[in-house]
């Protein structure tokens, strides 16, 4: 199990780096939860979605500072948003179930309606818009993955999963290894155009391949990583390594292409980008803080804990151990694991503490003492930079291309950072 990432402490070097995000803006006046935004790639402009049912398009004026160009009010609360630069088409999901397409006026000051589909009968979660197919994927609330047709606004299929479908992501790209050898994460879904497979996450902890196609989705495999909901996933377009970011304070990295069920953990976030240019995984969550992860050095899995009565070093029972208590004469201890081998230990024989960052450990956590004796005269170089966002952050959104990020946090504020210095 991973560590959960804490907030920056001035005892703490890992925060203290030359090369850090910038803010640039903050953008405030949402009465109620933010929902999400979304970079407009060309522009100096962002698009947010809130609970108090508007979709505002800030453009960024002359003073410097950004401000509503549009404040478009919707029948019930805007859950999602997905815009594309090639079309304008910019799709809203609402808290009704309804997903609305707009287009965007060239300057921006306008949003036209185009089509709005039924497709959910309870809260959209996150929706995407496949642009060489021409379709507009969602889930849902109500336990559905649905796909519709934008040319003619006919739904083309549904694939009904075991719990809430909590979000959705895409990318393009050859996934054709993965209807061989897959594995797989909760809360998001993933659509690859080219082969027209798609990952739905759901609630519970587990996703779900779907082959799409023009009759509807079919069933590829169910897979199970997670112990919590997943928030966000991401993908490696090289190396066809697929980033999982969980409630459970754990991102797993699946190697989907090595096909040899390998995964890897990093300690603590679940909202997630890749940068593919630069092989960094950005990462952001509830304690403030940002991390760019650097993933072209290998990685190490981290190990299956043990499960034992005794402690796997000295012996000695732990506390449920009742008939070894009595054997022994003496009262249970606790157990721990130590993060390097995974054994099943006790306080006395885990005294040493050590960061492993090649497992996604970048700050000291627990391991045995046979293991801290081999691994303390080593060196391990962090594989990581922490940076303090200064607000609690739900989701974010990067544009590569112009370098800046925006974080959405549980302060109804949205802040946009350039991160020149670490793409």
Known sequence: MAAEIKPATQTNDRFCTTKKPVLLS?????????????????????????????????????????????????????????????TRQLFIGQENGT????????????MMPVREYLAHQARVTDIIFAITCEWILSVGRD?????????????IGVFNAESWCTSLLSHIGNLNRLAVKVWALNSLGRFDAQSKHAFVGDYSGQITMLKLDNNGPSVIT?????????????????????????F???????DIGGQQGNAYELGGHHTLHYSDSTKQLISAGEDAVIVFWDMIHPRQETPVWGESDLCQLCNKPFFWN??????????????????????????????GRLSIPSMGFEFAVRVCDPCHNALKDKERPSLATFHDAKHCILSMDVDETSKKLVTVGQDRVIKIWDISALL
């Open 26 to 86: 903050k953008l405030e006046g949402c009465s109620d939860e933010i929902n999400a935004a979304a970079l407009i790639p060309g522009e100096d402009g962002v698009i947010s979605v809130s609970d108090d049912k508007t979709v505002r398009v800030w453009l960024k004026r002359d003073s410097g500072q950004y401000w509503p160009s549009i404040c478009q009010c919707m029948p019930s609360g805007a859950t999602s948003v997905y815009y594309t630069v090639e």
């Open 143 to 155: 336990k559905v993955f649905s796909y519709n047709c934008t040319q003619t606004g006919r739904n």
């Open 322 to 351: 009742i008939r070894a208590m009595m054997d022994q004469r003496q009262l249970g201890i606790r157990q721990h694991h130590c993060r390097y081998c995974g054994k099943a230990i006790c306080e006395k024989c885990s005294q």
């Open 248 to 254: 459970d304070h754990n991102i797993i990295v699946w």
């Open 99 to 110: 997903v609305s397409e707009f287009s965007l006026a060239s300057d921006f000051n306008r």
């Open 222 to 246: 169910t897979l199970k990583g997670h112990s919590g909901s997943i928030r966000s996933l991401t993908w490696d377009v090289a190396r066809q390594m697929l980033f999982s970011g969980s």
